[in-house]
């Protein structure tokens, strides 16, 4: 990928006093001005200043509102200017704003400092090079240019452009994601087909054969449950396919104006003999209006089920390995953030691992003893094909949260505010328990 020469973006700062450190001007104008000081009047000098401060001022502005992060680094390691771009990529502080600061005074990070230093002893420039950073706030992934400067004689010092590539990298990935779907939805349909005959087949003469041994009086109990066997098997098996296809075949969603709160207070009333049953608790939180959606009820229950039943199975999976008494808690939370709602799930269960989080939305990828691998999967495909978005977070010991973000339907014959009555009877605002 190669930096546009010229980007610029809007800004409401005024650029740094300490700019008027880069030389604007040619060396040889500014000898020949100094040269001829004496036999230039005032009002000349003050012309001549005045444009060499627009120059300076036009510059900054330049330099401030490109979109790629520019920062100037002499030999001895001393960052000279940095615009605002880069303190935006770069995640510094306003500190780093101040001249002649040593770069490992800067960059605090030691992942960003080391990307930089391995620039520098680049004798020769380096273009639109890519760089992964795992920081503390998530994964970045950065271009870097370094260009070095150079006088007549020697290198003074290195400029650096970056580019803050991670929101395209995510985009390249669901893209990538989105083709393997496609190519696998492909491929199972039929290997599906190929399967099904020869189980339909199997299941037929399966029927006919227990006819047969019982024409002839054939009672015998390890033979009938011989057979008993390989009918579960072949249904076991059929099952197996039927729900692989469910999650990897699009649907066509039939879309109809559906109330939120509705929806999952529905669900919640549906679950809460399993909440019951294991003790824990469930506490419903909203933010903001209750929105309408357009959906498709079924298919959106469905989702919030899976969602559930997995932070079920955390929870318990988490009171079996550490035996502690801690309640078990689900908190599902609704936040409305302009034409968009979000449902946010927590729950305080096991947890998932930094690493196995990156899979949690692949097909057959699973973490539990008898889980298979599905669930996310299916969820993630319901939710894209109502235009949303679902996303993740998650610390090991302390719980997972699940994110989904939905559209708000443009005609909403009505808003549950703020003050008003929910359809039970409740107020809004405050949380309610299960």
């Given at each position: 990928m190669t930096f546009p020469r010229f980007a610029f973006k809007r800004r409401g700062k005024e650029p740094d006093e300490w700019f008027l450190k880069v030389?604007?001007?040619?060396?040889?104008?500014?000898?020949?001005?100094?040269d001829r000081v004496e036999k230039i009047d005032k009002e000349q000098i003050v012309d001549y200043m005045r444009e060499i401060a627009q120059e300076r001022d036009l510059l900054a502005l330049i330099f401030e509102s490109m979109i790629e992060g520019m920062m100037v680094i002499d030999s001895e390691e001393t960052v000279l200017y940095i615009n605002q771009s880069a303190r935006d990529i770069l995640n510094l502080d306003a500190g780093a704003t101040t001249p002649d600061r040593p770069l490992e005074r800067v960059l605090v990070n030691p992942?960003?400092?080391?990307?930089?230093?391995?620039?520098?002893?680049?004798?020769?420039?380096?273009?639109?090079?890519?760089?992964?950073?795992?920081l503390p706030e998530g994964e970045r992934f950065l271009y870097v240019n370094m260009?070095?400067?150079?006088?007549?004689?020697?290198?003074?010092?290195?400029?650096?452009?970056f580019m803050d590539v991670t929101e395209q990298k995510a985009q390249e990935k669901k893209l990538r994601e989105a083709e393997k779907l496609a190519a696998l939805t492909t491929l199972s349909a039929g290997m599906s087909h190929e399967i099904r005959n020869p189980l339909n087949s199997l299941s037929i003469h399966l029927q006919l054969l227990e006819r047969q041994l019982k024409k002839k009086g054939v009672d015998d109990k390890e033979t009938s449950e011989n057979l008993a066997v390989i009918t579960n098997e072949i249904k076991r098996l059929n099952n197996v396919i039927e729900t692989f296809l469910s999650a990897v075949r699009p649907t066509?969603?039939?879309?109809?104006?559906?109330?939120?709160?509705?929806?999952?207070?529905?669900?919640?009333?549906?679950?809460?003999?399993?909440?019951?049953?294991?003790?824990?608790?469930?506490?419903?939180?909203?933010?903001?209006?209750?929105?309408?959606i357009k959906a498709d009820e079924v298919l959106m229950k469905q989702a919030v089920i899976n969602i559930l039943r997995n932070a079920i199975e955390a929870i318990i999976q988490q009171q079996d390995e550490t035996r502690a008494?801690?309640?078990?808690?689900?908190?599902?939370?609704?936040?409305?953030?302009?034409?968009?709602?979000?449902?946010?799930?927590?729950?305080?269960?096991?947890?998932i691992d930094r690493e196995?989080?990156?899979?949690?939305?692949?097909?057959?990828?699973?973490?539990?003893?008898?889980?298979?691998?599905?669930?996310l999967m299916i969820v993630d495909r319901i939710i894209r094909e109502h235009q949303g978005a679902l996303s993740a977070h998650s610390e090991p010991g302390q719980g997972t949260q699940l994110a989904i973000t939905l559209p708000v339907a443009a005609e909403s014959p009505r808003l549950l505010e703020h003050g008003s009555s929910h359809p039970d009877g409740t107020a809004p605002g405050v949380s309610r328990m299960v």
């Open positions: 030389r604007i001007m040619k060396h040889g104008f500014l000898r020949r001005l100094l992942h960003l400092l080391a990307v930089c230093r391995e620039c520098i002893q680049s004798p020769t420039p380096i273009l639109s090079r890519e760089y992964h950073l795992d260009i070095p400067l150079k006088n007549k004689t020697q290198r003074v010092s290195s400029l650096f452009l066509q969603p039939q879309l109809r104006l559906v109330n939120l709160y509705t929806l999952i207070t529905d669900t919640l009333t549906l679950m809460e003999p399993e909440f019951r049953q294991h003790g824990i608790r469930v506490a419903l939180h909203e933010e903001g209006e209750w929105p309408y008494a801690r309640p078990g808690e689900v908190v599902i939370s609704m936040v409305r953030d302009g034409d968009t709602v979000n449902l946010i799930f927590s729950d305080n269960g096991r947890g196995d989080l990156k899979h949690i939305f692949e097909p057959y990828f699973t973490t539990k003893p008898n889980g298979t691998g599905l669930g």
